[in-house]
């Protein structure tokens, strides 16, 4: 008889961004393990703040999607910047959910993507009185990441979220934590509680590699992802030096106007936006670059950009300009290069010092093994799969 799991995330295809490519791949896995996988999700509105047009004016929509139940869910869709309309619209998430929860059967097991801290705390408030197994990932640390983000101040808003977060971690039989910061931290609240440390793996086909970068010319240096505060790509626009590369962006996000009017308004300088393609397009098109960068304006403390891996199966160099716990893995897998977060004079020396040259077809490959022994999906979901 298959087992039955359900997964409770905020991020799920058709969205695109690491969230919603990591609760799929998971989901997408246990489906090939034999397991009965459902999923619970909001209707689709990541990252527009807008609910796609398939999904306009339903309350529920559930259906099949190659043997997965996926239920979508009522949500007041925003990505607004006022924090009340933010909280409104994960409580009204929330509600969706116990609404959920009292008029369907939910399975024995059930894994619950944290954050947001709201929409895991209903979960894990509601189910754990069923007497359900629940097993809380947790991708980033908050509220610390919004504190260190700027998003927070220490007031008494800032200690209710606290008491939120220990009170997830505490009525979790099991807490999957992608980053040692974030398992350490784990452990210091719940230091008896069961955890894993379970990455944020890509899990796709990597095709035959062929050397479609010439040696001649600038560095052709991309940033594909989102374009928000945290990743700082505006101002990664004002503060490179393009004496020896060219930049080209992928993506969108809240930053996207900005960066377009800075590209209309110094013609002069190489900077290419190329918008927001599909994921396996992107995978494609990302052959044809030298060198990709993965910035963040601060260090955030649990945090490790799935980038790094995702490129890594590509055999893409990386400059790592972020800091923390992502730092030490590029150093000790030999990635790329790594920039202390913030420092821009310190980052345009170091990609000074690379030339177009070192960045040939045998380091892309040595990457790119690297990745598929050391980065593997299957092995890891399948050692959890055991130790839980």
């Known amino acids: 008889m298959m087992k039955s799991i359900l997964i409770i995330t905020s991020y799920f295809p058709p969205e695109i961004g690491a969230a ?39 309350f529920k929509y559930t259906n099949i999607e190659n043997n997965i139940t996926i239920h979508r869910l009522w949500l007041y869709a925003s990505n607004s910047k006022n924090k009340f ?19 369907n059967k939910i ?5 619950i993507q944290s954050p947001p801290l709201l929409v895991a705390f209903t979960s894990m408030l509601f189910l754990h009185s069923k007497n359900r197994r629940l097993i809380l990932n947790v991708s980033d640390l908050w509220p ?31 807490v999957l934590g992608q980053s ?39 560095i052709k240096l991309v940033y594909a992802g989102l374009l928000g505060v945290a990743q700082g790509i505006y101002k990664l626009c004002n503060e490179l030096d393009y004496s020896t590369l060219e930049f080209h962006i992928y993506g969108t996000g809240g930053e996207q106007t900005k960066i377009e009017s800075f590209i209309t308004s110094h013609p002069e300088l190489p900077i290419f936006y190329h918008g927001e393609i599909s994921r396996n397009k992107l995978h494609k098109e990302l052959l044809n ?7 963040l304006l601060k260090r955030i403390y649990g945090s490790v950009p799935s980038k790094i891996f995702e490129y890594a199966r590509l055999g893409l160099p990386l400059v790592y300009f ?11 897998f030999n990635l790329g290069w790594v920039v202390e977060a913030g420092d821009y004079q310190a980052l345009n020396r170091k990609i000074s010092t690379i030339k177009k040259t070192d960045l040939n077809i045998e380091l892309k490959q040595k990457i790119r093994k690297t990745a598929l022994i050391e980065f593997d999906f299957n092995n890891q979901l399948d050692y959890m799969l055991t130790s839980i």
């Open 20 to 58: 919603s490519n990591r609760m799929f791949h998971l989901a997408e896995g246990l489906k090939k393990r034999k397991y009965k996988v459902s999923v619970i999700t909001p209707l689709p509105n990541y990252p527009t703040g807008k609910i796609f047009p398939k999904y306009k004016g339903k």
């Open 85 to 103: 309309i933010r909280l409104f619209a994960m409580f009204s998430y929330s509600f969706s959910l116990i609404w959920f929860f009292i008029w």
């Open 107 to 111: 399975p024995q097991t059930i894994i």
């Open 144 to 174: 610390i990441a919004g504190l260190e983000l700027g998003v927070f101040r220490e007031n008494f808003s800032y200690k209710i979220l606290q008491n939120i977060e220990q009170f997830n971690y505490k009525k979790a039989d099991i």
């Open 180 to 218: 040692e910061e974030i398992i350490t931290h784990i452990n210091s609240i719940s230091p008896h509680k069961k955890n894993f440390l379970y990455r944020n793996y890509p899990d796709f086909e990597v095709s035959d590699m062929e050397n479609k970068v010439t040696t001649k010319g600038k």
């Open 289 to 295: 670059y030298d060198l990709t960068i993965i910035p």
């Open 322 to 332: 972020g800091g923390g716990e992502g730092e030490r893995i590029v150093e000790r």
